[in-house]
């Protein structure tokens, strides 16, 4: 049983959705809901990682400096997770990450779940496999981005 | 320079004659983009079309291209037309002057299938200018909203000074049982919208996949993508409807230009379904 408001929370979100009850038990005891404000920076870009969040609300923007400008490379909103690499060991923080609107999250110290991971097989195995699709995902994003299909060359490498 | 335009009576005209049209207004939409308001001689069959289908607009002395047609079906006394400028014949029709002439011939091609969809939600997904031939479509759901269930519009672009209709978007959005959503790939710190690809906004739609159409327009490759991931989040092929885009030259199947695989793209098309398109989308050869 998931008693909790966390625990519902965990059980309705679309990252764990099909998740074992046994599995929701675990991951429960290991979240705590936060809050960050619009504009508030969850994380910069070489912060050592540490927290992982499921979003339950609001947007935040993935950051990076360019010269003399900052550009978004995505969002991330409710039903989606941010801070994947807080689960790697000597992985820092890719991106800045700032909320576009206010953000209401569950978070999860990275260290603790990828310590679960590696003591319960069954339970590293099902975030891993859910990590995999998140950056499977961003990383096809990514490559339509790159092509630049929208541009008047409709996305021809010359 | 300006040449003359006749126009024969429609009835003794052929599909290759174009129709002389009075240039109305020239709005700009973008950095690159326009939209014109053409003004057919009243009552010509030129100006009755179907959401979906295109014109072949014609500068004298220049040349002709095929132009979606952009604005309300129900409108006839103008003919709507939004357009990128990214070549000689674009670049001549967007700079044209209100009052001067330009050649249509048409209205050619197939249409959304808006009547098939009655009764159904309605998922439009357009990328880039992609969104102009998908507009008829939006305006003839809004004036018989009741003939259609839930609608979304969901809509990609280069970055938010690439987004058209920025005004008219927002307004779709704040109708009952509509949603309006767009995303660029490239947002700046003023943007305070999605960033990412276009298929990232499918999680933010409520549906029933089974009961729901989708229309859409926008490159290829977009299109391609986003047709598997319609299909993966359970929306039937056959619901699935895409427009294309090929080298169309006579808009009525006589010259091949437009050919892909067994259809020509001016006459069978633009819009197919995807169950049609989808051995066709994978070739690299074609």
């Known amino acids: ?158 | 320079m300006s040449l003359a335009l006749e126009t024969p009576a429609a009835a003794e005209r052929s599909v290759m004659e174009p129709v002389a049209a009075r240039l109305a207004s020239v709005a700009k939409e973008t950095h690159d983009t326009f939209t014109l308001n053409l003004e057919p001689p009243e009552g010509d069959p030129v100006a009755v079309f179907q959401p979906g289908q295109f014109s072949m607009l014609y500068v004298p002395g220049v040349g002709e291209l095929p132009i979606s047609i952009s604005g309300d079906p129900e409108r006839r006394e103008q003919l709507t037309y939004t357009i990128r400028s990214v070549g000689q014949v674009t670049y001549q029709l967007v700079t044209r002057r209100p009052g001067d002439t330009i050649g249509i011939r048409g209205p050619f091609g197939t249409a959304w299938p808006m009547k098939e969809s009655r009764g159904k939600s309605v998922l439009i997904v357009a990328g880039g200018i992609g969104l102009a031939p998908l507009r008829p479509a939006i305006y003839h759901i809004l004036r018989h909203r009741g003939d259609y269930n839930r609608l979304v519009v969901l809509y990609g672009g280069r970055s938010p000074r690439d987004l058209l209709y920025k005004k008219e978007f927002a307004a779709w959005g704040m109708l009952p049982d509509t949603q309006a959503l767009a995303t660029v790939d490239y947002g700046g710190v003023s943007w305070r919208g999605y960033v990412g690809v276009v298929t990232t906004l499918f999680r933010h739609v409520r549906m029933q996949p089974k009961e729901t159409v989708a229309m859409l327009c926008g490159p290829e490759i977009m299109m391609r993508y986003a047709s598997r991931e319609l299909e993966t989040r359970g929306i039937p092929p056959e619901q699935i409807h895409l427009s294309m885009e090929r080298n169309m030259k006579c808009a009525v199947g006589f010259c091949g230009h437009c050919q892909m695989g067994p259809y020509f793209v001016c006459k069978d098309g633009p819009v197919f379904p995807y169950t049609s398109m989808k051995p066709y989308m994978d070739l690299y050869e074609l």
Not at chain 1, 32 to 56: A, C, H, M, N
Not at chain 1, 123 to 140: H, N
């Open chain 1, 1 to 158: 049983m998931i008693p909790t408001a966390v625990g519902a929370a965990l059980k309705d979100h679309p990252f764990l959705e099909g998740v074992p009850e046994r599995l929701l038990d675990k991951l429960s005891q290991l979240a705590f809901e936060v809050t960050f404000e619009e504009d508030q920076i969850i994380f910069r870009e070489g912060d050592p990682s540490s927290f992982f969040y499921l979003i339950l609300s609001g947007l935040v923007a993935l950051e990076l400096a360019a010269p003399g400008r900052v550009v978004t490379i995505q969002t991330v909103g409710d039903g989606e997770e941010l801070g994947w690499s807080s689960l790697m060991s000597r992985v820092d923080k890719q991106f800045r990450a700032r909320c576009m609107k206010p953000v209401k999250a569950l978070a999860f110290d990275g260290a603790r779940v990828a310590a679960e991971c590696e003591e319960d097989h069954e339970f590293g195995y099902l975030i891993m496999r859910r990590i995999l699709v998140t950056v499977a995902e961003r990383l096809r994003s990514t490559r339509m981005q790159v092509l630049d299909v929208y541009s008047a060359r409709g996305g021809q490498i010359k």
